[in-house]
């Protein structure tokens, strides 16, 4: 065991939790709005949490840089958030408010996210929604002009607003217009089609970044006064997950080898309503949003190996095993209880198609009390998508689903003023570990990554721009050439490997290697096993990787190389954190900690505490952050 | 009926080009084995599994979400834009809508806003230029009303939401025979217009996006009705001709 650690002070305001927010913004320094276009901050990333940051930064005054690896920054990976986002307006007086919100994401996080942190987010949740129709974000509304709202996993009121099955991306198309309004006023400086591939540090504190323009192959010197890191998840390192393919771990794995911490990283998220892995081919998982399960019902055959077609399987030989085992909650229980429940059955022979690893989603019900016009309007792209992915009408057979990797929990130690261990670094949205704890409750993640950019960031960068004194470090400066050529070392060595293996099949392998001993439920044995083969692949990796062409050029393979191969120090990192947490909590089941009934088993005594690893030459260090609850009472969870 | 194959002979006619002011050309490659249930993507990372086994260059192309949102696929497929499904992207294609032995042509977006930077990518920040211009409504953080106060009637907010559905992919651009962004600026212009939030900015979003669209290059629009054919999320010309009203609008309120 690791004892807590002094380098992981979290720096959260004591005292009444309902105005912690609010006496710690009263605390920070300010920095006169004129004084303000003086700071350069770095943006990386163009998310939710990067695209909004930019942008409110750039509104308050400050110079801002803003990158991204796609061609355009409206691309980012959150465009692809279907289901919603959370906020405690209690619109449908069903008894919703800011505690409660607070109190189902540290429930849902199976306690073990830091309560300060999660009040905040619920605090602020309301001034997002205000702020995105304001931009005009067309939510779903009531025929009466107001908003609408649906209730998504793991809640038992209607928080979630939503604007058709594409929240994501109209959230971020509102992030990405006032970021457009700040390049086009001058205040940011936008590169797309830019990869981070260093952190540059000199005197203890972040000072900017290397970047490589992957148009020209040209690496860049990028200094600033401050550098947020809002680059996403690293669920890529299963290889096939519901990310896009840009995905990757690389920027905050820079960054963990340049002295940030890295935390809880074994906390993975798998979503249960995935489209079926249907070939060898396969280069990613469809999410089927999870507001599908608001309507659809689970159900596996009662009988193992039934190859009878669903329709002919009377009502009687069927087993709605969510709706059996947690009759309060029924489809609507937590991910990670929705998706370890499907990985039983089919475990146990019952998975249906083809594979035997599926189960189905069954909307007739839905169709039959509420008309197909309703469930058509509800989830038509949903449906549209189904069909067009795997050549089947789910109005009229059930949905085949399975489980995916779907988001990260862990990432970037910070404390509450999302500051990394590295001063001047600041960690937002999913690249960061903080309010979501071992498991994520749906529509909470683009909730999250708002909140971060657009109210918490603006606030407390504070905390290093003005309320500590560091040096200016410009781009002639010895600690950029050094990291600088690193980085160009890194790739020249890739290119020089020239042995006879493609980066994609070694990605496979990682992927596989992953998901079998790594992913829905762990082994003491299976871990130990998954640590030996990333070592032995990162090994082939850099004796045997075949990358063609050039670096001076656009080089798709190249850039997969690099993202590859800081896949593959991470994985180990991965396997090693989930070997060492002796619980099973949220999304991270350990086969030895389970009760009879196979529910996970938490283990308080030794486990409530964030693990934080801290990166070096002989190893990584576990470092320990307690976490304790004032608020919402440890107790097991239960959706029984 | 014969049960249709679940594998598939292929040949492929793919651009190649190794910069924007460098010529271009088509290669020829054949595949043997391709799964129907492939998306047309994955059909063409098994070329370039292919063409790395054989010590050759892949081929770049740009996609991410491979899910049909983020806009960043392209590809005109056997002359079609997004290839010959309606309403989908190239990555939402799949093999299933081919048949064995077909010859299949694949080419980059092209527009004269639009050059090529490898291959089958081309360079589109054009169309991020004519957001900036006005694509947004301007509104800092912290500064916005309760969400509720204002109301937006059911049919105003779905059809604000049609035009918001634009990906931003360029495709109205590679299908129309002026290479006209009328679609694009079209959607986003409608979007914000339609929106009571949207109004305040409404007499010079218009004419700033339009003029932007102008000076990139982009041509004029002559109602061929290309650019809806063949968008992928069937954005609707019924939104040019809303875009022309307010251009009119703000030629007139907003020169001052
Ligand atoms: C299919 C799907 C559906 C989802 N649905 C929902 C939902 O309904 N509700 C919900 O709350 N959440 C949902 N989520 C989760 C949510 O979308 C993400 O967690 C969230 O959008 C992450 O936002 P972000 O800003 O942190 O990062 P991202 O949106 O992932 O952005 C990352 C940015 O960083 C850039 N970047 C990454 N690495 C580098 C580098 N090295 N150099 C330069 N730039 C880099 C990328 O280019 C990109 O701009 C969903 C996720 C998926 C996959
Ligand atoms: S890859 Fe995102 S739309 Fe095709």
Redesign the interface.
Known sequence: MSAASDRLDARCPGGDMATRWTRHKFDLDLINPANRRGFHVIVVGTGLAGGSAAASLAEMGYSVTSMCIQDSPRRAHSIAAQGGINAAKAYRNDGDSVHRLFYDTVKGGDFRARESNVHRLAEVSNQIIDQCVALGVPFAREYGGTLANRSFGGAQVARTFYARGQTGQQLLLGAYGSLMRQVHAGRVNLLPRREMVELVVSGGNACGVIARNLVTGEYERHAADAVLLCTGGYGNVFRLSTNAQASNVTAAWRCHRRGAFFANPCYTQIHPTCIPVSGAHQSKLTLMSESLRNDGRVWVPSRAGDERAPGDIPEAERDHYLERRYPSFGNLVPRDVASRAAKRVCDEGFGVGATGTAVFLDFADAIARDGRTAVEARYGNLFQMYEMITGEDPYRVPMRIFPAVHYTMGGLWVDYNLETTVPGLFALGEANFSDHGANRLGASALMQGLADGTFVIPATITAHLAGRSFERVDVGAPAFAEAEAEARARNDRILGVGGGSTVTSLHRELGQCMWNLVGMSRSAAGLGEAIERVRELRDRFWADVRVPGEANHLNPSLEHAGRLADFLEFAELLATDALSREESCGGHFREEHQTAEGEALRNDEDFCHVAAWEHGALGSTRHTEPLTFEEVHLVTRSYK | MAASPTTLRLTLHVWRQ??PERPGGFEVHHLAEV?V???F??ML??LN?QL??Q????F?F???????????CSLVINGQVHGPEAE?TTC?L?M?HFADGDTIVIEPFRARALPV??DL?V???A??RI???G??????????????A?????AV??E??DA??C??CAGCVAACPNASAMLFTAAKVS??AL?P??APERDRRALAMVERMDDEGFGGCTNERECQAACPKAVSVAHIARLNREFLRSSVLGRS
């Open positions: 190794a910069g799964s249930d492939m998306s993507l994955e990372d098994i599994e790395l086994s010590g050759r260059d892949p770049c740009d996609h991410d979400c491979r899910e049909g949102i983020c806009g960043m989908i939402q799949h299933r930077v490898r990518v360079d589109r920040s169309l991020d957001i900036a211009a694509g947004y409504i301007s509104t800092d953080a912290g500064s916005a009303p309760e969400a509720n204002l109301p937006v009637s059911t907010a779905d604000a939401m918001a559905a990906i931003g979007h914000l929106l939030q949207g």
